[in-house]
């Protein structure tokens, strides 16, 4: 793995924790999808060097072929992560319309309370 993209990809993992480890639950919502591509990025990069090798179709010769696990392991990631992320999306708006709040103290404090914030 070349340096400025570990560099990248170390960028987008501490951006990513900062955010997941946030009191609002919107910036969550976007550490988790900072953290998900990050691991994407990090999955590509170490699958290794495709520059002079060739597409692993049965029968074409005897070549240096690239490795198709990688990318189907990251097609696999980006169709979960798109799943977890569309019910984060939910789950976060019904939260806000429900207590009126993303902030993960207050809905706490008021589930501790047994107040409920309905308006």
Known sequence: ?????????????GCGLYLVLSRNLVRTLFGFLLLSNAVNLLLLATSGDPRGKEAPIVGAGNF??????PQALIL??????????????????????????????????????GEENTP
């Open 64 to 69: 240096p072929a690239v490795d198709p696990l």
């Open 76 to 113: 696999t990631a980006i169709v979960i992560s798109f799943a977890v992320t569309a019910f984060l999306v939910v789950l976060v708006y019904r939260l806000a319309l429900d207590h009126g709040t993303t902030d993960s103290e207050k809905l706490f404090a008021a589930r501790s309370d």
């Open 1 to 13: 793995m070349q340096t400025d993209t570990a560099c990248i990809v170390a960028a987008l993992f």
